[in-house]
């Protein structure tokens, strides 16, 4: 079936534009989570989605970050006024339930001149 | 605050030798570890996982082991293929059942033909 996909792939923005990154997780999967991956170095959680429960959000590195899920499916990453240190991978993952094995989709790559 | 170590940052083997990658964790309570593996342009794929109440696990030519007094866990790929040539990751969640995980910072591995 089909697997968790991202749009857009490769996102060019200039420094101080908005960004709205989004991701379609695999239907069915009820937990989704956003992820960064800045070169060279590890995937760094952001925020988390479960069914209707209240977000984690304790993974955003500031309050120009926010995430939202709609209808319990797509979720769109909003990243405001970017930063040159805002460039990195960000990674979308979903899984059946909180415990189940989270599926990552292939990123979106923000590059803020 | 918890984190995890990886070793070594790039590995480079002959094919058909194995490769080995160890992580140590600083959370006690962790109790999941999943190892992932990406490929150029692609998001990370688990491939294998293991918990805190078994010591080993072996899938084909890939294996995971424990030691939980250490903090220590290893991915081993025996009769490596030039296909297993990506970036692996290795993580452990943040306490015991949790969804958030915390990443190494990547072994690249290239198998040489």
């Known amino acids: 079936g089909a697997g968790v996909s991202q749009s857009p792939s490769n996102k060019v923005t200039e420094k101080g534009k908005d960004v709205e990154l989004r991701c379609d997780p695999i239907?069915?999967?009820?937990?989704l989570y956003w992820y960064r991956q800045s070169l060279g170095q590890g995937l760094e959680f952001l925020i988390y989605f479960q069914g209707n429960s209240a977000p984690d959000k304790s993974g955003l590195p500031s309050d120009r970050f926010s995430a939202e899920r709609t209808g319990g499916s797509v979720s769109t990453l909003t990243i405001q006024r970017t930063q040159q240190e805002d460039s990195a991978v960000y990674l979308c993952?979903?899984?059946?339930?909180?415990?189940?094995?989270?599926?990552f989709g292939p990123g979106t790559r923000l590059t803020v001149l | 605050g918890e984190n995890v170590e990886q070793h070594p940052s790039t590995l480079s083997v002959q094919e058909g030798d194995s490769a080995v990658i160890k992580c140590t964790y600083s959370?006690?309570?962790?109790?999941?570890f999943p190892w992932y593996k990406q490929e150029l342009g692609k998001g990370p794929q688990l491939i294998i996982d293991?918990?805190?109440?078994?010591g080993e696990k072996k899938d084909q030519r890939i294996a995971v082991t424990l030691n939980k007094t250490a903090k220590h866990f290893s991915l081993h790929i025996t009769e490596t293929q030039p296909e297993d040539s990506a970036v692996y990751f290795c993580?452990?969640?943040?306490?015991?059942?949790?969804?958030?995980?915390?990443f190494g910072t990547g072994t690249r591995l290239k198998v040489l033909a």
């Open positions: 239907s069915g999967h009820t937990a």
């Open positions: 993580a452990a969640s943040i306490g015991s059942g949790t969804y958030k995980y915390i």
């Open positions: 993952a979903s899984s059946l339930g909180t415990t189940d094995t989270q599926y």
């Open positions: 959370d006690s309570a962790s109790n999941y």
């Open positions: 293991i918990r805190s109440n078994v």
